[in-house]
């Protein structure tokens, strides 16, 4: 038993050194995490259908929430006071450099209006793109826009606009 537990630290101690080793960022990547230490402090939002219920970006999981019920949060989800403006506004007085904003949570809700999916934004009682609106407050008051972009699969992507 020792002997399997040790070989197996020791495999994973040698494929640990061999992959650090192979890795070399590109010229861009140094570039972005160079900006990233200097920007430092930011705005994460994860927010969506799911947050009718008050309980995480898990809750269909946790609560076991059957699909055809989980749905019908596209009938209330109907986030009138939301003003990304104000938003902006709040981050930058805070001192943020940047807000990352989930455009499409891992329950498949997107918060823009997509071709690929009902299970959107638009077609909720709110009806507007919340992520254009989001990016055009951004540029009037020149703040950096990431976009976080999670699948069911937990593949998540990050970009910045």
């Known amino acids: 038993m020792i002997k399997k537990f040790f070989l197996f630290?020791?495999?994973?101690?040698?494929?640990?050194?061999?992959?650090a080793q192979s890795y070399h960022p590109t010229e861009e990547n140094l570039r972005a995490r160079?900006?990233?230490?200097q920007d430092r402090f930011g705005l994460f939002i994860h927010w969506g259908a799911s947050s009718v219920l008050g309980n995480g970006?898990?809750?269909?999981?946790?609560?076991?929430?059957?699909?055809?019920?989980?749905?019908?949060?596209?009938?209330?989800f109907n986030p009138q006071s939301f003003d990304p403006d104000a938003w902006v506004s709040m981050a930058k007085a805070a001192g943020m450099k940047y807000i990352v904003f989930i455009t499409r949570h891992h329950d498949g809700f997107s918060?823009?209006?997509?071709?690929q999916s009902d299970w959107k934004i638009t077609n909720t009682p709110y009806g507007k793109d919340v992520l254009k609106l989001l990016a055009d407050a951004c540029r009037r008051q020149h703040i950096k826009l990431g976009l976080y972009y999670s699948t069911p699969n937990g593949k998540v992507g990050l970009v910045t606009v």
């Open 111 to 115: 918060n823009w209006d997509t071709k």
């Open 9 to 19: 630290i020791i495999s994973v101690l040698v494929t640990t050194f061999l992959i």
């Open 57 to 76: 970006e898990w809750v269909m999981n946790n609560r076991n929430i059957k699909v055809k019920d989980y749905t019908r949060l596209l009938n209330f």
């Open 34 to 37: 160079k900006q990233f230490q």
